[in-house]
């Protein structure tokens, strides 16, 4: 069945079938829930909600799964039922699903929102945000290490909170990451001791950070690397490092003094 604008559409196509005429369709789920919410009004607070509601549809075909993140699952096509069913049961394995989603899609972490990184492995809310305020004011450092309770990674990460202050002059900020699972890095990273920087999971889908950047090891690890990215989100300096031995500190800050001048 045809609505409205795709009968106007075809009827132009047939009386001028010269012209390169196209439309495309864009599902609406969700799109009021979403104008009234509280990530819309903080994204168009100048705007009415029936606006809102229109710009999400729009964005929808630039970027659906960055668009629909923003709205709570549970309206988008569950279905009538969903309420007869254990409510944090069916949350949670919605949450899992676009958790999913994101993490076999990808993001680009120059441009994602906060409602779409915080579905990232390894991400919460409060990281998500702390990205964003990041992103254009700070560089950024990314530590591959290969796998937890290892020798040369415990000796690793702990070493860079001597240097904290460092980062903090360059303008830097320091991401860890490695394909171990949440667990495995909250209870080693409580052994290390409080770190200052962020500490990721790349275990699900495993290794996919690891890989985007080129990486992971066949054996299913990453290299031990460092990426600095600048405030531009370009990629200025790779070390992919020796796996038994860290990174010197003093290479690291040579690399960051560069990006200042």
């Known amino acids: 069945m045809y609505n409205e604008t795709e009968r106007s559409a075809l ?48 964005r929808r075909l630039q970027d659906p799964l960055a668009e629909l993140v923003k709205i709570d699952p549970k309206s988008i096509g569950v279905g009538l039922y969903q309420h007869d069913v ?20 990808g993001v680009d972490i120059n441009t994602a929102s906060v409602s779409l990184l915080k579905y990232v492995s390894g991400i919460n809310d409060r990281s998500a945000k702390n990205i964003i305020q990041y992103r254009e004011k700070k560089n950024v450092v990314i530590s591959f290490v290969p796998a937890a309770w290892t020798p040369v990674c415990s000796d690793q990460w702990p070493g860079y909170n ?83 031995t860290r990174p010197k500190l003093e290479v690291l800050v040579k690399e960051l003094d560069k990006l200042e001048k």
């Open 86 to 105: 254990n409510q944090k049961l069916l949350g949670q394995t919605l949450h899992n699903v676009v958790e999913s989603c994101v993490n076999n899609v």
């Open 11 to 58: 009827k132009i196509k047939e009386v001028k079938p010269e012209r390169d005429l196209y439309y495309v369709i864009v599902n609406e789920a969700g799109a009021s829930v979403y104008s009234a919410s509280k990530v819309a009004q903080d994204e168009f607070a100048d705007l009415e909600a029936a606006m809102r509601g229109n710009i999400s549809i729009a």
């Open 162 to 244: 001597i240097a904290r202050s460092l980062f903090e002059k360059y303008n830097t900020i320091l991401l860890g990451i490695t394909v171990d699972n949440i667990p495995t890095l909250h209870a080693w990273t409580n052994e290390m001791g409080e770190l200052w920087f962020p500490v990721l999971s790349d275990f699900w889908p495993h290794g996919a950070v690891a890989e985007k950047y080129g990486v992971l090891r066949s054996d299913g690890v990453s290299e031990r690397a460092i990426f600095i990215i600048d405030k531009k989100g370009l990629i200025r300096y790779i070390d992919i490092h020796d796996i038994n």
